[in-house]
């Protein structure tokens, strides 16, 4: 049987969160009964070619937790769902995030059923670990030849969704020393994939015993990962919801 994808689910953020409702579209797009369950699930994209795409594991758990905790975006369970290009259910995720150390390899096939989730409303967050770089770009070129990863504007809503990062992501890990960098593609205006580079944004939403990261590093890591799913869920900068949205962001 032939497979047709959905287009991907999308939070409609104004009326469906003041519900408290994810706005997945749930039964009228014929998704599963455990994708229709109230509540955004994180998604971990799996992929090839023997890197680490499962570094990181507290990451998206803590990430879940925070955007619990300080927004009014329902989250239907904490801990992350593993989903490959090729899945059945890779549709049913608005958001994808991507991390690791090393070398990420795509068949031809996951390649362009990644592409097409994308050009259809999907979103890639991808955040290098310090050694996925030179493959990631790779598989960009891969999906998109005729594209090309660019820096995102200091003013993109990205950086300011939820708080505010007037000087782009924020540097949670030294290595080399260079400055943090976020990439992107767009389609017709649309961030579809955001790349974070030399900034080690999972790293920082990890445990505090993992990295001994400082608390003030971990929270600029959780404002930024916040942003990146606000944006994801609306193409947009989203309404102050808390009071500590509007305190100044670190950036």
């Known amino acids: 049987m032939k497979r047709i994808d959905r287009p991907p689910a999308r939070l409609r953020w104004g009326g469906l969160l003041l519900l408290g409702m994810v ?14 369950q109230p509540g955004l699930k994180l998604a971990r994209l799996k992929y090839g070619g023997g890197g680490d795409w499962y570094s990181n594991p507290t990451s998206l758990p803590n990430l879940a937790q925070a955007l619990e905790q300080r927004t009014s975006i329902p989250i239907a369970q904490e801990s992350e ?76 809503p990205v950086y300011h969704a939820y708080y505010d990062f007037p000087n782009g992501p924020p540097k949670i890990h030294e290595h080399d020393g260079r400055p943090p960098q976020g990439l992107g593609l767009f389609d017709r205006g649309r961030l579809m994939v955001f790349y974070t580079y030399e900034s080690d944004i999972g790293d920082g939403l990890e445990d505090p015993d993992v990295h001994d990261d400082p608390p003030e590093k971990r929270e600029a890591a959780l404002r930024m990962a916040i942003n990146v799913v606000v944006y994801a869920l609306t193409g947009e900068a989203g309404p102050r919801i808390e009071s500590a949205a509007a305190e100044e962001g670190t950036g």
């Not at 706005?23 to 229709?36: E, F, K, P, R």
């Not at 770089?133 to 790779?138: E, G, I, K, Q, T």
């Open 81 to 156: 769902v593993h989903v490959a290009p090729l899945d059945e259910e890779l549709f049913d995720y608005p958001l994808l995030y991507m991390n690791g150390h090393g070398q990420v390899r795509l068949t031809d096939g996951e390649a362009e059923r990644l592409r097409r989730y994308l050009l259809a409303g999907g979103f890639l967050f991808a955040d290098d670990n310090y050694g996925m770089d030179p493959s990631f770009r790779a598989t960009m070129r891969q999906l998109f030849p005729e594209r090309e990863l660019v820096a995102v504007p200091f003013d993109h």
């Open 23 to 36: 706005g997945s579209l749930g039964a009228s797009c014929g998704m599963s009964a455990d994708a229709t």
